[in-house]
């Protein structure tokens, strides 16, 4: 595959342990993939980069992952870009709000495998 | 003053009766003296009494003369006695009057008395304290007006309450103070309503939760904090851990692997642990919240055996259903029943030995419904059975186990669950034969 047509995936995550190994699977994987550690440079990163899907933190200092999905969501050089939450709290009030805001998908950190996520992540892709 | 007159008027009618009643029994006496002594006089008859017929005749008319005055005393005094009597009681009153006006307005409970429009008429000082205003900017203002926007509807919904007369009972709302500080408070507003009186008036009290709003506010947002904190590290272990096995990163020793998937199974417990240890710390702190929905029991049940399934397998345990009617449609939490669920079955296949059998009864009738999870395990010992739902337990028999790891919360977690849902809890148990836990929801 070429660089071209790979799928481009951002992670914004302040914890750079776990961006570390969400970019070796994912890269593994195929896709080329992009960093960023609060909701801010991500905002950024995304509109710039244009990228498939956003995997994306919830709390995060600077801004946090429900004020970037909402800015995101807004904007039209966001709109289209597919958004999956990257969450340690199953709460049912959170995942309503995800859906809400407009995002396409969510992840429990602790509940999935990597290869589960590989799996949501292409699901979301087809 | 009124009662010094009353009582001089009634004093001088006592005392003129007093000398009234000294008069007649004057008169009599010198009457029936006339008589005794010279009775030709008045009569044509000789009367010749003995000192003892004197006496009585004399001790009659004094009594006579008594009661008779008694009499006019009464007759004459029934004004003023009355006028007395209205007093003494005025005054008993007036003095209640004054306790409850000082309850009212000195109480440290803001309260308000509306009219029928639901305006303010009256209100006292704590009220004045709560708005942060005075009587004047109050008085005449619709008392569910003052609510910020985002509960104004649930305004609207109590002040047509009020209009129909349905007594408002405790609700939790905002208000807004004259400051602009939005206050939490439980309101209740009461018919109030005389035989003499008979507009329609209420009689609000106010009561100020801010303070506890904010404190479980920040107790949630502790345990959502902790709860972040502590399962972002395990989250980051469990996929390092997942990537070395997958075997992206080249193959792994047989040795590796083994070490590997240890790691991967601690996390996993650990991962558990904190799950437990949270739920134990929401409960604990009163930030659970139940949210009840149509609850099927046996699919739980069955969700949780599905996971336990190796353990089970590993033991050969039978698993007997006694599902009756399935409780399938019951008004619960389906998440917390879940924990419950899960926290009993596990209990129950972790300390039934090798062929042992663990019976689950779902019980849905008229009167109760219930589950009930027995097994044929190593029982709890009967000295310890008391402490079994406080934290922290780990009963002497477990301790040796191999599987007998746990954290002491679960079933301290299942009691403050089912409690905290208005069920029960029970068991029977009996060393070396087994426990039985009764749940009533």
Redesign the interface.
């Known amino acids: 595959m070429s660089d071209e047509n790979k799928k481009k995936i951002l992670i914004v995550d302040d914890d750079e342990n776990l961006r570390m190994v969400l970019r070796d699977k994912l890269s593994i994987e195929g896709f080329e993939v992009l960093e960023a550690e609060n909701g801010k440079e991500g905002l950024k990163k995304a509109f710039e980069i244009q990228p498939d899907i956003v995997l994306l933190d919830i709390m995060m200092p600077v801004m946090d992952g429900w004020e970037m999905l909402g800015k995101l969501k807004k904007d039209e050089r966001g709109k289209k870009i597919k958004v999956m939450m990257l969450t340690v709290i199953e709460d049912t009030g959170s995942i309503a709000r995800l859906m809400q805001d407009g995002g396409s998908g969510y992840v429990i950190k602790t509940e999935q495998s990597m290869d589960s996520i590989v799996d949501k992540v292409k699901g979301m892709l087809k | 003053m009124r009662k010094n007159i009353v009582l001089a008027e009634h004093l001088t009618i006592s005392l003129v009766v007093l000398f009234i009643m000294l008069g007649i029994v004057f008169l009599s006496f010198s009457l029936v003296q006339n008589i005794l002594t010279n009775p030709h006089k008045y009569f044509d008859i000789e009367l010749s009494l003995t000192e003892t017929q004197f006496l009585i005749v004399y001790v009659s008319l004094v009594v006579i003369s008594v009661l008779v005055s008694y009499i006019i005393y009464l007759l004459l005094t029934l004004r003023t006695r009355m006028e007395l009597a209205v007093l003494s009681a005025t005054k008993s009153l007036n003095f209640s009057l004054e306790q409850f006006k000082k309850l009212y307005e000195g109480a440290p409970v803001p309260y308000l008395i509306l009219n029928k429009k639901g305006e303010i008429n009256e209100s006292n000082k704590a009220a004045l304290r709560f708005f942060g205003v005075v009587e004047e900017e109050i008085k005449g203002q619709n008392f569910f007006a003052y609510q910020p926007k985002e509960d104004l509807d649930k305004a609207e919904k109590l002040f047509q309450y009020y209009k129909s007369d349905i007594p408002i009972n405790n609700e939790e709302i905002r208000m807004i103070t004259k400051s602009g500080s939005v206050r939490w408070a439980l309101i209740s507003v009461f018919e109030m309503r005389s035989h003499k009186d008979p507009t329609h008036r209420g009689l609000a009290t106010i009561f100020d939760i801010t303070e506890q709003k904010k404190l479980d506010q920040a107790k949630t947002e502790f345990v959502?904090l902790a709860?972040?904190q502590l399962?972002?590290p395990?989250?980051?272990v469990?996929?390092?851990m997942?990537?070395l096995l997958?075997g992206?990163?080249g193959e792994l020793s047989a040795k590796q692997e083994d070490y590997i998937k240890r790691v991967h199974g601690v996390n996993e417990e650990m991962?558990g642990l904190?799950d437990t240890l949270l739920n134990v710390s929401r409960i604990k702190i009163g930030s659970i919240e139940i949210?009840s929905k149509q609850t099927n029991v046996s699919k739980l049940v069955e969700s949780v055996l599905t996971e336990l399934s190796p353990q089970i397998e590993e033991k050969g345990i039978i698993i007997d259903k006694q599902y009756g009617n399935n409780l399938e449609n019951i008004k619960s939490d389906p998440?917390l029943l879940r924990i419950v669920i899960q926290n009993l079955l596990s209990n129950a296949v972790k300390y039934t030995p090798k062929g042992g059998s663990v019976t689950i009864i779902l019980k849905d009738s008229f009167i109760e419904k219930a589950i009930v999870v027995s097994d044929t395990g190593i029982g709890i010992p009967e000295k310890e059975q008391e402490k079994v739902f406080t934290k922290m337990f780990r009963a002497d028999n477990v301790r040796g186990l191999s599987e007998g790891q746990g954290t002491g919360l679960g079933l301290y977690l299942v009691k403050s669950i089912i409690e905290a849902m208005g069920g029960s809890i029970q068991f029977v148990s009996k060393e070396n034969k087994g426990s039985t836990f009764i749940i009533k929801l």
């Open positions: 959502s709860s972040h399962r972002t395990v989250a980051t469990k996929w390092y997942d990537m997958s992206n990163l991962v904190i949210d998440k």
